[in-house]
């Protein structure tokens, strides 16, 4: 069945490090591909997403690109900030079914330290 | 503002009873979810609906019972079958048609606690 697979946490970096959450899935078909932020003791919300091999997810400077051939999609931002600690969850929409339900990873937390 | 609102955000329940989880969105989505998260594991589809008065089982199914009247609302039932219903309960919905996969919207999330 399909699946998504994310590095184990936590990952703990210092302010303006280079950020890499690391995702890798399996499916049938072709499936959209999202990652989604969580705060403490919230819901999630989406950061960005991609529907076709070879998309770029962009936001608040964050990036994932679609990889097809290596059925990845990396999370990477430049420069992480205090603000950006939280959970981060990869997740997949089967792309053969029009039900909308998301298959998650496991989720990675991440911390950062000023 | 359009969104989803869970309530309560917190809940306890005692062994043996039967405790419903409100879910509520303004955003004129046909489809609504469930999801259960445990600590350190990601979010497990309980129930799906796509549309009014229909509904599907998902993964983690046993122990929960929901309902689909408005197109707005889609409460979950905990029930006493349930072995293990402390986790923190998340409602989503989402626009769903001809085969687009569109993003999900999420509520807050409920905090379940069997005292």
């Known amino acids: 069945g399909n699946s998504v697979t994310q590095m184990e946490g936590p990952v703990t970096l210092s302010e303006e490090a280079f950020l890499t959450i690391n995702c890798t899935y399996t499916?049938?078909?072709?499936?959209?591909l999202f990652w989604y932020v969580q705060y403490p003791g919230e819901g999630l919300q989406l950061l960005l997403k991609?529907?076709?091999?070879?998309d770029k997810g962009s936001n608040k400077g964050f990036e994932a690109t679609y990889r097809k051939e290596t059925t990845s999609f990396h999370l990477e931002k430049g420069s992480v900030q205090v603000s950006d600690s939280a959970v981060y969850f990869c997740a997949l929409s089967e792309g053969s079914s029009n039900t909308g339900k998301l298959i998650f990873g496991q989720g990675t937390t991440l911390q950062v330290k000023p | 503002d359009g969104g989803i609102t869970q309530s309560p955000k917190y809940l306890f329940r005692k062994e043996g009873q039967n405790v419903t989880l409100s879910c509520e969105q303004n955003l004129n989505h046909d489809a609504m979810y469930w999801y259960r998260q445990d600590p350190g594991q990601g979010l497990r589809l309980i129930y799906y609906?796509?549309?009014?008065?229909?509904?599907q089982k998902g993964d983690i199914a046993e122990g929960y019972s929901v309902s689909r009247e408005k197109k707005e609302s889609f409460p979950l039932t905990v029930t006493s079958a349930q072995k293990n219903p402390t986790a923190f309960y998340l409602c989503?919905?989402?626009?769903?048609?001809?085969?687009?996969?569109?993003?999900?919207?999420f509520g807050q999330g409920t905090r379940l606690t069997v005292v």
């Open positions: 991609a529907t076709k091999a070879d």
């Open positions: 989503a919905s989402s626009i769903v048609a001809g085969g687009l996969n569109t993003e999900a919207f």
């Open positions: 609906s796509q549309i009014v008065n229909d509904f």
């Open positions: 499916a049938t078909g072709y499936p959209s």
